[in-house]
């Protein structure tokens, strides 16, 4: 029967065979899938492992700090933090049609990990393998189909989306074999903070995506605290694991409001929060109306940029989950 550690174990036992001496680098996106890859190959060759891990600036509060606290202070796994921040902002500057957005940071992203990757190997010997948190469905789709489906093509954004091209590194792929339920499973023996280990997926772009319109640093963040503010209302009333994805949209729409003696003209932000299987399909999720008023009143006293909270009401389809 399946057990955890006789998973880890074998996992363990191949990633050693496979690796051998030779050194591996895995990128960190802050999701539960390549973390759990990290820990396996870290429980297996020890600091022959690399991590690294992209600070885009299109991530959630705090998510950073969590990843350099996990990983480097308290697992003590070799990690390289790229602050790309800058980087990104640039890029993306008065751009505003969402598909150029999404290629602008994949691309962005896989130059800034090449670099890295290249770096890494001046350093460090036998540098031979990348890892990747290939899931057993993700194969499963790969090989049954030869064009690229939609789903496929939205990972290859979130993923890192193929190989340092001068390299030539081989794959290791130590979840190939899992379902998600497995894999936090496995997170959570091998000692993956909870938090982590149930976390909801984020997109690839990140926040990039939920700034409606062109990007910039004030807007983003606004939406990184509005972001928080859901999320902690949601985990506060004990239904975070029930949903899917819930998250804050910040809208290029301002409207008038007012605040004792004064109109305001500030932004309107929707709530989007859905429970779904697949995330092919959603329903929106039916929140309770006090914890609604919550969200709102906290989003509108505590973000002076936002006067107007709306609660997005639609399923996927005709909807998607994201607004972009
Ligand atoms: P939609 O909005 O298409 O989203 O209903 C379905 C799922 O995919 C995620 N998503 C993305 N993930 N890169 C990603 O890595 C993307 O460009 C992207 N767009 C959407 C979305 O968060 C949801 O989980």
């Known amino acids: 029967s399946w057990t955890a550690g006789h998973v880890i174990d074998e996992a363990v036992d191949l990633i050693r065979q496979q690796v051998g001496s030779d050194h591996v680098i895995c990128g960190l996106s802050g999701g539960v899938d390549s973390a759990v890859a990290a820990l396996l190959i870290h429980k297996a060759i020890g600091d022959q492992l690399t991590c690294i891990f992209v600070d885009t600036g299109l991530l959630r509060a705090g998510e950073r700090e969590?990843?350099?606290?996990?990983?480097?202070?308290?697992?003590?796994?070799?990690?390289?933090?790229?602050?790309?921040?800058q980087r990104f902002l640039d890029k993306l500057a008065n751009v505003s049609d969402p598909e150029r957005k999404r290629k602008i940071i994949g691309a962005e992203f896989i130059s800034i990990f090449e670099d890295e990757a290249v770096r890494l190997a001046e350093t460090q010997e036998n540098v031979t393998f990348l890892a990747q948190g290939t899931l057993y469905p993700d194969v499963i789709e790969s090989t049954s189909h030869d064009t690229a489906t939609t789903a496929k093509s939205i990972k290859s954004h979130h993923n890192v989306g193929g190989l340092p091209s001068?390299?030539?590194?081989?794959?290791?792929?130590?979840?190939?074999?899992?379902?998600?339920?497995?894999?936090?499973?496995?997170?959570?023996?091998?000692?993956?903070?909870?938090?982590?280990?149930?976390?909801?997926?984020?997109?690839?772009?990140?926040?990039?995506?939920?700034?409606?319109?062109?990007?910039?640093?004030?807007?983003?963040?606004?939406?990184?605290?509005?972001?928080?503010?859901?999320?902690?209302?949601?985990?506060?009333?004990?239904?975070?694991?029930?949903?899917?994805?819930?998250?804050?949209v910040l809208t290029p729409v301002q409207s008038v409001g007012v605040m004792g003696d004064y109109r305001t003209y500030a932004y309107l932000v929707a709530v989007r929060a859905v429970t779904t299987g697949d995330f092919m399909t959603a329903d929106w999720a039916r929140l309770p109306d006090e914890l609604l008023g919550r969200i709102s009143n906290r989003l509108t006293n505590e973000i002076a940029e936002i006067n107007r909270v709306v609660y997005d009401i639609t399923s996927k389809p005709p909807s998607t989950i994201e607004w972009e």
């Open 166 to 248: 001068e390299m030539k590194l081989k794959l290791v792929e130590p979840l190939r074999m899992l379902f998600k339920d497995e894999v936090r499973e496995i997170g959570a023996a091998l000692g993956l903070p909870e938090e982590w280990v149930w976390r909801h997926p984020f997109p690839g772009p990140g926040l990039a995506i939920r700034v409606i319109g062109a990007v910039d640093e004030p807007k983003l963040k606004v939406l990184r605290e509005a972001d928080r503010i859901v999320i902690e209302e949601i985990r506060k009333a004990g239904i975070y694991r029930e949903l899917g994805q819930a998250f804050a």
């Open 66 to 85: 969590q990843v350099e606290e996990t990983f480097a202070n308290h697992m003590h796994i070799p990690l390289v933090v790229v602050d790309a921040r």
